[in-house]
């Protein structure tokens, strides 16, 4: 069995706006299984970190409150609801300036190792639905089922803003293009679990296919669930 603890795990790992989001959150519904958004762990790190006026260098520092972070995650009609410290920052985390924030922590090596245990621990019965950058490849590297979904950083930057104006937060489509390609850069270019595909994941690559496709693809590797 290659799942941890004989506990069957799908991975969807890529880049920012791909819609792994989405179809991991559908295919958690779907089989039943719990589900982790490891990235909004980083951007709530980030976040305690503005709160706490830690420099987002200060890895030692970071790490230390990495180990200690008071997260708590809930679904709520569909919607993942993320307290820190008791405070709800679900809204606060999803802006672009959160998400450069996280990529920035996140290229820390003492901070991706202090969070390792913590995401390991979402490895629950039935199962679970996890995405991120690195979960095919190093947090759930023996995970039955991986999937690396991508798409032209336009496209991606496109959906953004649609997300981002359906939630009521408004941002330039051209300044998105830029910050997209840029957060890419630093997450497939840093020393520890740059993004990048598992040797054993499918490839899907949604620029010209719609959310549904792409969960049609997955839904088809997880047939015999
Ligand atoms: O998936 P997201 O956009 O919410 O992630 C925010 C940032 O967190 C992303 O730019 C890089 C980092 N991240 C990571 O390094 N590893 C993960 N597994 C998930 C996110």
């Not at 976040?47 to 830690?54: C, E, R």
């Not at 390792?116 to 679970?128: E, V």
């Not at 953004?160 to 009521?168: P, V």
């Not at 690559?205 to 496709?213: K, L, P, R, V």
């Amino acid at each position: 069995m290659k799942s941890m603890n004989n506990i069957p795990v799908l991975t969807i790992d890529g880049p920012s706006g791909s819609g792994k989001g989405t179809v991991a959150q559908l295919m958690a519904k779907k089989l039943g299984w719990h589900y982790l958004d490891s990235g909004a762990i980083y951007r709530v790190l980030a976040q305690a970190a503005i709160k706490h006026n830690i420099d987002l260098n200060d890895e030692a520092k970071l790490a230390e409150i990495a180990h200690d972070l008071d997260l708590v995650f809930s679904l709520e009609n569909d919607d993942l609801k993320v307290l820190l410290e008791g405070e709800n920052v679900s809204i606060l985390i999803r802006s672009e300036q959160a998400g450069n924030a996280a990529s920035k922590v996140a290229s820390l090596p003492l901070v991706r190792a202090a969070l390792l245990d913590r995401q390991r621990d979402f490895c629950q019965l039935p199962g679970l639905v996890t995405d991120g950058r690195d979960m095919g490849t190093v947090v759930f590297q023996h995970a039955e089922y991986k999937v690396f979904l991508t798409a032209s950083a336009e496209v991606r930057a496109e959906r953004r803003y649609k997300q981002l104006k359906e939630k009521g937060i408004e941002s330039n489509l051209s300044a998105l293009i830029t910050e997209i390609s840029e957060r890419d850069d630093r997450d497939s270019q840093r020393e520890v679990a740059p993004l990048r595909p598992a040797s054993d994941a499918l490839v899907l690559d949604s620029t010209a296919m719609g959310i549904e496709a792409v969960f049609e693809h997955v839904s088809t590797l997880c047939a015999e669930v």
